[in-house]
T-cell receptor
Framework: ETGVTQSPTHLIKTRGQQVTLRCSSQSGHNTVSWYQQALGQGPQFIFQYYREEENGRGNFPPRFSGLQFPNYSSELNVNALELDDSALYLC?????????????FGPGTRLTVL | AQTVTQSQPEMSVQEAETVTLSCTYDTSESDYYLFWYKQPPSRQMILVIRQEAYKQQNATENRFSVNFQKAAKSFSLKISDSQLGDAAMYFCALRADKIIFGKGTRLHILP
């Protein structure tokens, strides 16, 4: 069984650019959550997708947006990148009926904004 | 507002000894879940243990157990017989309407 995968592993962008991060959820999982983990901090919840709809959001501005596809894979898009967006972005998927009580995390994408 | 506080940025324990990581939280919700996650240097986050707030019995998973004090809003993690592979960042998390993580405790295992 393949776990949660994320691409790319590392990414360098400049301020003002746009970025798309990708996540493939574990087989059979229909809920995907995205987190931002700044250096030395715990993860911060960005948003969650269930059956292709956003069904929960943390305190992040609208320039953070996402998509979930019919195969339950997901994208995180960030527009107008700022220096403070530099962080590890984690994706986690959950099996049906468990919400986030059982999350399986991917290895993350390290984003550096210069 | 929900908060999660981990007051120990770093801890060290001798291999085979027992260590306790502290976590306090605050929420106005009556129905919530608490978690401990482990993030090794490879950075993939792994769920260690989970506690439902309505359950009085403390959760255990092999060498990992929690001390859940609901009235005190405390949720500590005890690791028994510490092993070198336990070295990692440990995050306490609370889920009521949303999930909130603490800032983490870095655990070092001394051989």
């Amino acid at each position: 069984e393949t776990g949660v995968t994320q691409s790319p592993t590392h990414l360098i962008k400049t301020r003002g650019q746009q970025v798309t991060l990708r996540c493939s959820s574990q087989s059979g999982h229909n809920t995907v959550s995205w987190y931002q983990q700044a250096l030395g901090q715990g993860p911060q919840f960005i948003f969650q997708y269930y059956r292709e709809e956003e069904n929960g959001r943390g305190n992040f501005p609208p320039r953070f947006s996402g998509l979930q596809f019919p195969n339950y894979s997901s994208e995180l898009n960030v527009n107008a990148l700022e220096l403070d967006d530099s962080a590890l972005y984690l994706c986690a998927s959950s099996p049906p009926g468990t919400a986030v009580n059982e999350q399986f995390f991917g290895p993350g994408t390290r984003l550096t904004v210069l | 507002a929900q908060t999660v506080t981990q007051s120990q940025p770093e801890m060290s324990v001798q291999e085979a000894e027992t260590v306790t990581l502290s976590c306090t939280y605050d929420t106005s919700e009556s129905d919530y879940y608490l978690f401990w996650y482990k993030q090794p240097p490879s950075r993939q986050m792994i769920l260690v243990i989970r506690q439902e707030a309505y359950k009085q019995q403390n959760a255990t998973e092999n060498r990992f157990s929690v001390n859940f004090q609901k009235a005190a809003k405390s949720f500590s993690l005890k690791i028994s017989d510490s092993q070198l592979g336990d070295a990692a960042m440990y995050f306490c998390a609370l889920r009521a309407d949303k999930i909130i993580f603490g800032k983490g405790t870095r655990l070092h295992i001394l051989p």
